[in-house]
């Protein structure tokens, strides 16, 4: 049986590690540099270096890593042995603070969005000291952020960290004019629940479109899908309780938080959801989950699928990135409190949220855009794309009635003017929650559900911070050196209430008559694919927000915003291609082989006798050479499109015609090879089908 607290944290270089073996002087200059972001000597950063090797050495590492994560949605490593040869021929094992700090990896392969030429090769990354070190395999993993020669962020980590940054800095004015003097920090936290599905490796094998797209392009619905709703929570099969088994101990030695696990909507699909920790360490968590649970399926015959919609007709997957706020002395500023001051404070938390959301709908919606995700937005099992705020109908009656200055009716009669009289206690479950909302308060945090099962949390976070960083710092500046602290509170959450209660909503987020009034009478965004939401990611108040708030420069923005419309293009061109190659070399010819059965068969029947009846086999041979017609001429007209719109001649047109023009055509092809599948005989057809993946796994 495992020893779960032995095993938790053992192959990395924690807080507990660092305590027993660094000098107390450097322990204690560490920790500063970790929680006040102090520049750290490079004295002090040989000593921890040398200590950082002797630990993992003794943990069978013969190699380190600076572990970054470029602009290509995973992580990248370039791994170093620790010796170093000595004059007898020999060698020693020695790492200096200077390989700790930085390290230099070919950069000119990795995204970069016009930011540098192809042939400016350097780059840097740099040691994060507030992710801990871990070891995987025999390589110590550094996590480090990573940038250009000129300094510009080449990664997911470095803009993270800022909006971290940015958060705390507004988020500290306020602290402050509500007397918390003890208060150092505050800090973004999360725990984002990551949904998969595994199969079995070996139809996996015989499928070019999952080898190549993550996805079945092609594929005629099973005759059960999910709809008795019988997996859900069902029973954990043996062979993949076994994987979960493996897989928790792996994320365990990490020191990642792995706590529920279970089975999801649709056959074959599951969740495993962790304890929410501090932003960047969530964020260097989930990627590494991503990895491990990848990994671990190999080992167990399967696969683990992570794209958002592996599988037509059933649901995708997401990843729902529970956040919150807290201070670095244990307080959630998102949780409802027992005083009047707690409570001001949280409802002042609350409505900077609101304020953010409703402004920067439109960064959050392309903060989880991928080509991938728009097949989930706004399906059966995920939200619309409509970006919008649940509440619950009891903290909505409240604002309504700060907003209306009138008591609300809880279980007495009170007046909720703050500082003054105490907001009602509000149950841990107040409402039901509402798995249709993009964007939930779930009782101390809020829970935003639009994001992609393959997608870095990072992303979306970096949005989130800089908005509600923003909220609160016109909150800041309107509070400060204000006489009436408390009757300017009170007017200020009442006006922002006002001003941004369009972006509440507590219904049916599937309701097509939602999504008419959130766009035609509430004035919500409603950005159906990746192209159409990108270009907010360059508009004047987009720029102006992440500018100013230091999170990216203009050129950085612009980068991202080619490289994120370049990715999306490249996933439909390969996905394009595999479905042109899919047809020519494995539906036609399966098709045709099956066509030629049934003649041969009639040919038999007709010399056998006569007489025999061969109507059957003459009517599928008709309808089955219609089909192979039809997908022979769709396969043609999606090359077409493909060389269309390869001749636009910037990323934003291109993008458009393989959303306009390149998506349509794969549509219509998928449609009528489906139709031939579900026409020809299974030992005919060249892959394993929907109903073989989907319950293939027992």
Sequence with gaps: ??????????????DGVMRARLPKDTYELLKKTMIEGKRLDISVANVVANAMKNWA?????????????PMTGITAEKHDSFISPTPDGKVIMEFSGKELVQGEPDASSFPSGGLRATFEARGYTAWDPTSYAFIKGNTLCIPTAFCSYGGQALDKKTPLLRSMEALNRQAMRIIKLFGQDDVKCVRACVGPEQ???LIAKEMFDKRKDLIYAGRTLYGAKSP???????????????????YMEELNEELWKLGILAKTEHNEVAPAQHELAPIYTTLNIATDHNQLTMEIMQRVAKNHGLVCLLHEKPFAGVNGSGKHNNWSIETDTGINLLKPGETPYENAQFLLFLCAVIQAVDDYQDLLRLSVATAGNDHRLGANEAPP???????????T?????????????????TLLRLGVHVLPRLPKDTTDRNRTSPFAFTGNKFEFRMLGSSNSIACANIMLN???????????????????????LHKLIRDTIKAHKRIIFNGNGYDEKWIEEATKVRGLYNFKTTPDCMPCLISEKNTALLVNHRIYTKEELYSRYEIMLDNYCKIINIEALTMIDMSRKEILPAVCDYIKTLSETVVSKKAACSSAGYAYEEKLIKRLSTLTEIIDMRTEELEQKLIYAKGKTNVTALSASYRDDVIPAMQCLREVADEAENAT????????????????VR
């Design 195 to 197: 949904e998969y599905f």
């Design 57 to 69: 050495t003794e943990k069978g590492a013969t190699h380190y890593t600076h572990w970054f994560q």
């Design 397 to 413: 009656a409240i604002l309504d009635a700060i907003e209306k200055d009138t008591p609300y009716l809880a279980a007495e009669k």
């Design 224 to 242: 059960k899908g999910q709809e008795l709703e019988d997996h859900y929570f069902g029973s954990i099969k043996p062979r993949v309780a076994a």
């Design 681 to 696: 005989a299974e030992k005919y057809w060249p892959y394993p089908t929907y109903g073989q993946l989907l319950f293939g």
């Design 385 to 395: 794309a409509v970006v919008s705020v649940f509440l619950g109908d009891e903290l």
């Design 466 to 488: 800089s908005a509600v960083a923003e909220a609160l710092r016109l909150f800041a500046d309107r509070l400060e050196g204000k006489d009436d602290f408390n009757g300017e």
């Design 1 to 14: 049986m495992t020893n779960v607290p032995e095993i938790f944290g053992s192959l990395v270089f924690n």
